[in-house]
């Protein structure tokens, strides 16, 4: 089954509420805050990422690499947004992933990521999908889950997004060097659920930071 993105086009009224030169993180946060005035949907603010092009040292504080994960660095983050970014060493991979029903763009800044996109099919506890706030309970012992394709997102090159139609997927630095990648989510979400194809569950998965506002949370 193929899921196609949607196009992304530009709108006059969405080119006036937006400062596309804007370069720092103050600035990318101030005119997130802006589109919070408006409905957010998934077009807006990746028109919003595409025109805004941060300087590689406007993520400085926000990398840090660790052996063992890829880490997660918080940037920003409100009742609407959460900014971050994900620093991937090589090798490193998330589980494959809900977004807890919330929408979310990804730009790569460092190196070249690849996302595998899934589509659910079919599980034996589709009921658990019957729940308020949060996507699913979980808990599934049989899976059907099939990759959909695979996106390559590099260094100011294409942006990933997931949305309600396509919201589970799997990210990867395949390469040989270090990646960093910027996320927006909205609305930011502390769990997902993750899936486990070999033994055949899926399961809600706890979130974390690796760092907070440039400084790295005690452990
Ligand atoms: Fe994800």
Redesign the pocket.
Known sequence: MELEDQPMTATPAIARTTHPLRTGIPDFVAGLRELERDLITKDRIAEYMSATTLRPEALHDYVWWRDSFYTRNLIYRDELFEVMTICWSPGQK?AI???NGQL?W?TVSQGEVS?HEYHHTSCNAPENQNVVNIDCLGGATELQIDKVRTVVCAEGTGMVT?DKLQTI???ENAGTTGCISL?VYSKPFDS?IAFDLEKQRCYRRQLSYFSKDGHQLEK
């Open positions: 998330t992933h809900t977004h979310g990804m996302t997931v997927h799997q990210i996320h997902c």
